[in-house]
């Protein structure tokens, strides 16, 4: 099965604070980085860390070249990424000293994608193959249905949570993905009930952070904790969860096998700084 990740590419940057800045504070950070990022690049980072075929489509502008060949070196296929005129999107991230993050985003070149790109891409793709996908960028909805039409499996991470992924074609989603925030923005309960009742016949995995990760399918419900870490920064957190709990699933992996291998990823990602660069390898899970 080839993997597509339909997804952002952002320029990260990254400063060391205190604490997350106040509504009309300024304050000093004590460190600033720059980092590869994006929820879809880190995804498809985490993908082929974990050891999937994957390719990534998205958009960035001249200034984001360094991080198609940043994907590129992850051993991710870039041949669907276009370099446009738009600046590259770039996203804000202040890290506390907990390891908490807090990120402004500006979508840059992630909103410029057009249908015609869209359908030029898909067609490389066909049934069996699996589309994955982020909400940072443009026209999500439209990649839903097109990708379900050609049939397609449909994993939807829909992070950032926004009003309008509520009218997304969910009933065509077969993997969801979400954290207690996207949950309960999308079904007004960050439970598998509710989330069920919107994608009846989706898998569902709903990560909880420190306290693990809840699944559903239609045929089995279970919890499963995540190891206890001493987290430096949480930023790519989720992004490694999804990359690996994939790669087991199309690997063969049972889902509970799948994320089990993935919480593990996830808590080692914490310990580290940055996102991309954040995420392990297969060899350091194994
Ligand atoms: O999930 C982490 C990512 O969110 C960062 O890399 C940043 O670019 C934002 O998209």
């Known amino acids: 099965m080839n993997i597509l990740n ?6 990260d940057l990254v400063y060391q604070v205190e604490h997350i800045v106040r509504p ?6 004590s460190a600033h980085q720059v980092f590869a990022g994006g929820k879809g690049a880190n995804q498809s980072a985490a993908l082929a860390r974990a050891g999937a075929t994957v390719f990534h489509a998205g958009q960035v502008g001249q200034d984001g070249q360094w991080l198609v060949d940043t994907l590129a070196g992850q051993g991710v ?23 908490q993050n807090s990120i402004v985003l500006f979508a840059g070149a992630n909103a410029q994608i057009d249908r015609g790109a869209i359908n030029a891409v898909l067609a490389h793709f066909d049934r069996g193959d ?9 026209d999500v909805s439209y990649l839903i249905a097109a990708a379900a039409a050609r049939g397609l499996t449909v994993c939807l991470n829909p992070a950032p949570f926004g009003p309008q992924v509520r009218a997304y074609p969910l009933e065509s989603v077969d993997w969801l993905i979400v954290n207690e925030t996207e949950a309960t923005g999308l079904a007004g309960a960050a439970t598998l009930a509710a989330l069920a009742a919107l994608c009846p016949h989706a898998h569902i995995a709903l990560t909880l952070g420190a306290a693990g990760v809840q699944y559903r399918s239609p ?15 949480t930023t790519g957190a989720g992004d490694t969860f999804i990359g690996y709990f994939l790669h087991g ?4 992996l049972t889902a509970r096998d799948a994320i089990a291998r993935a919480v593990q990823a996830a808590a080692l990602c914490v310990t580290r700084p940055g996102a991309m660069g954040s995420i392990p390898a297969a060899n350091e899970i194994d």
């Open 6 to 11: 339909f997804g952002s590419l952002n320029i």
């Open 24 to 29: 009309g504070e300024t304050i000093a950070s």
């Open 249 to 252: 699933l199309t690997a063969g």
């Open 77 to 99: 296929d870039v041949q669907h990424i276009r370099v446009g005129d738009v600046p590259t999107g770039h996203a804000l991230i202040q890290v506390d000293r907990h390891g």
């Open 130 to 138: 699996m589309l994955l996908l982020q909400n940072e960028i443009n």
């Open 219 to 233: 045929t089995e419900q279970f919890h499963l904790p995540a190891p206890q870490v001493e987290a430096v920064d």
